[in-house]
Structures are given as C-alpha cells and as structure tokens.
Nanobody, 122 residues
Framework: QVQLVESGGGLVQAGGSLRLSCAAS????????MGWYRQAPGKQRELVAT???????NYADSVKGRFTISRDNAKNTVYLQMNSLKPEDTAVYYC????????????????WGQGTQVTVSS
C-alpha cells in the first residue's frame, strides 16, 4: 500500500517561512513526478509546484521567487520551502505523486497525501 504523508504545516506570521515535507512509503518501483497543490476555503485546488525532474520544475506564478520545491530521491521525499509567506497563501497543502508501485508493470498511478494546513496571519 503506497502512502504519501505530509508534515510541516502550521501557523506563521506574514513574511515568515515554513518547510513542508512529503514522504512516499510502501512498495514503490519508480516515482515520476512529485509536487504540491493547495486548496483555500471556497476555492478549487490549484497547482503550487511540480518537479518531474531537476530540469523541469514548474511553479505557479503566485509563488515564483518565494517557494522552492526539491526532492530527495533516495528518501522518496519532496519538500516545499516557503518564504515571504502572505495571508493569501493560507490553504491546505497537498502532496501529489505519479509513481509506479512494485508489481504493477509500468502502470503509473496518481496518489494524494492527506493534506497539511498552512495558515498565514497578517
């Protein structure tokens, strides 16, 4: 059973920083893309950053220059360093991964974490 488990959310003042982590566990053959999405109250879930590889990082315009996504492939973990946080960054942040579980041939499955709350006070 593959799981994505996030950690690192919390309450921070505007201008502060937080670092989110997401570890994929279980029997995994290969992880393709890992990324972060967020959903604010009353809004649709939106992309924050995705990282298929070191050369193909994609950021939402609203977080460019403030957030940095990175991966530790040896640990099956993706991170999101969030700096200069704004109240509008308040949301539940979800980890997402496209990966191939062991025993599934080359079939890529998509997984979501349970989400971690980030609240930025003004």
């Amino acid at each position: 059973q593959v799981q994505l488990v996030e950690s690192g959310g919390g309450l921070v003042q505007a201008g502060g920083s937080l670092r989110l982590s997401c570890a994929a566990s279980g029997s995994i053959y290969r992880i393709n893309t890992m990324g972060w999405y967020r959903q604010a109250p009353g809004k649709q879930r939106e992309l924050v950053a995705t990282m298929p590889s070191d050369e193909n990082i994609n950021y939402a315009d609203s977080v460019k220059g403030r957030f940095t996504i990175s991966r530790d492939n040896a640990k099956n973990t993706v991170y999101l360093q969030m700096n200069s946080l704004k109240p509008e960054d308040t949301a539940v942040y979800y980890c997402n991964a496209d990966l191939i579980p062991r025993g599934w041939g080359l079939r890529v499955n998509n997984y979501w974490g349970q989400g971690t709350q980030v609240t930025v006070s003004s």
